[in-house]
């Protein structure tokens, strides 16, 4: 290794100090002992600037402020103006044609003889690779002439796939338009939102209406479509980036900007209207809320920390909170423990969703815990699967189910909460895809088995005597 004349000092001056410390251990060897233990400790075990935590942590926040990224800008290319009437390009380069060496056979002669000899080499020499450089040239000639040009040329099929690859702005059928609204809404999600918005609504001690019950779930699902179409109007270039938003039909053209803000408000305002003056105001303020939160809350935090995960488990909680107030017009302690289910539900469940997509996220600007937290992601999907057998065994005490509901609904929170421990444990994507699998029907079955031990309702006491027995039995 190479080394500098300081590099040099440094190591005389080192392994003299180390002579002498050797050789005054048996003068003084109490006195000496401890310096020699401290020069000759494993570097590893010595204190750098590493274990000042504080120090660099002060530096971190000192110097991000003043951070700025910058991107290089692209070098132009140099343009070379070439003179015709300069001629100094052309005698810097010398065209200097490969020549094949010619051995000639020497033959034993006579001193004179071999001078002859060996002046004639030099004259024949020329006239054969004179010789040799046409005959290549003419060989390379006919080589050229018989061959076909090595010109690609790309067919029709290539061209489509090649143009189908690459970003178009499209034109839409009329025919096509409902399915694009369906996308633009998150049908799947709108769907999974109007059931738990029902299952609340079937929960309420109240007598059933289908009239309401059908206006509840119009509303709620009218407020979804609104919420998660201006979710993708303001994620539109963060959604180009991930594979699994990238065909969106606003990232794709398929539809305008202000077409998809239009469908939004017609969605929003009548479903909203519904929820307020044909169902109840507590009903109508809770739906914008939802959409309040969702939109200017969660879409945002997406980018700039990881409460998101907790503010859109509220969002997912809400709706069959609303089931049940369309139905009473109150928020009970039942709506509440509903909302639990839901809130805590969906930690296992997202969090075993964004662990195999944290390329997607990271690529797309997102924070998820998944991306930033790994190992909370994992603890947090565990304690919510717990937490889902504690909310269980919490029904039958605030009477909105029996104690039955504890026992049936324990095997598949075991379950869970088993899938749970190894999405936990080995933290891979074949665990967070059995994980997220499994809570696609636990959610369904969880609610059904709710609803199948539904407290009964209490009748009003002494309704089914007349007023009219109590004096009557007095006066006898």
């Given amino acids: 290794m190479f080394k500098t004349p300081c590099g040099r000092l440094t190591g005389l001056v080192g392994a003299s100090v180390n002579q002498k410390l050797v050789r005054n251990v048996s003068r003084s060897p109490q006195s000496v002992c401890g310096l020699i233990k401290l020069y000759r400790r494993d570097p590893s075990t010595w204190v750098t600037y590493q274990h000042l935590n504080f120090l660099k942590r002060q530096y971190v926040s000192k110097i991000n402020s003043d951070l700025q990224q910058r991107a290089i800008p692209k070098r132009s290319p140099v343009l070379t103006i070439v003179d ?4 100094s390009v052309d005698r810097q380069v ?3 044609p490969a020549i094949d060496p010619v051995v000639a056979e020497r033959m034993p002669q006579p001193e004179e003889a071999t001078r002859e000899a060996l002046a ?3 004259i024949s020499i020329l006239p054969t690779t004179a010789k040799n450089v046409a005959q290549r040239i003419s060989l390379s000639n006919e080589m050229t002439s018989d061959e076909t040009p090595h010109v690609q040329v790309e067919t029709d099929e290539a061209k489509e796939a090649r143009l189908d690859r690459q970003w178009k702005e499209l034109k839409v059928d009329p025919n096509d338009l409902l399915d694009v609204y369906a996308r633009l809404a998150k049908i799947k999600l709108t769907a999974l939102v ?14 059933f209406d289908p009239a309401i019950f059908f206006l509840s779930c119009l509303g709620t699902g009218l407020a979804s479509c609104t919420a998660n179409s201006i979710n993708q109007y303001f994620e539109v270039p963060f959604d180009a980036n991930m594979n699994r938003t990238k065909n969106r039909p606003l990232v794709r053209g398929q539809i305008s900007p202000l077409h998809a803000v239009s469908f939004a408000l017609a969605c929003g305002v009548p479903g909203v209207t519904l929820l307020t003056l044909a169902v109840n105001p507590l009903t109508g303020f809770l739906g914008v809320l939802n959409i309040f939160l969702y939109t200017c809350c969660y879409t945002p935090l997406k980018r700039l920390s990881i409460s998101n995960t907790w503010v859109g488990a509220v969002v997912g909680a809400i709706p069959p909170v609303m089931g049940w107030t369309a139905a009473t017009g109150t928020l009970d302690l039942g709506a509440l423990l509903l909302g639990c289910f839901l809130y805590s539900w969906q930690f296992p469940h997202f969090n075993a969703l964004s662990w195999n997509l944290r390329e997607d996220y990271s690529r797309g600007g997102y924070r998820m815990m998944s991306v930033t937290h790994p190992g909370m992601c994992k603890r947090v999907a565990l304690r919510h699967s717990l937490g889902l057998i504690g909310l269980t065994t919490l029904a039958p005490v605030l009477d909105v189910t029996t104690w039955t509901f504890p026992l049936v609904s324990l095997p598949i929170n075991l379950y869970i909460s088993y899938l749970a421990f190894r999405f936990y444990h080995e933290g891979n994507r074949s665990s967070a895809r059995k994980l997220f699998f499994c ?3 636990h959610l369904p079955m ?12 209490k009748e009003a006491e002494g309704s089914a005597l007349p007023p009219a027995t109590v004096p009557l039995t007095l006066q006898s």
């Fill in 84 to 87: 015709e009437r300069d001629d």
């Fill in 439 to 441: 809570s696609l029907w």
């Fill in 94 to 96: 010398q065209h200097v």
């Fill in 120 to 122: 004639q080499p030099s």
């Fill in 446 to 457: 969880l609610l059904l088995l709710a609803l199948t031990c539904k407290k009964p309702r």
């Fill in 194 to 207: 109007v059931v738990t918005a029902a299952a609340g609504y079937a929960m309420a001690p109240v007598p």
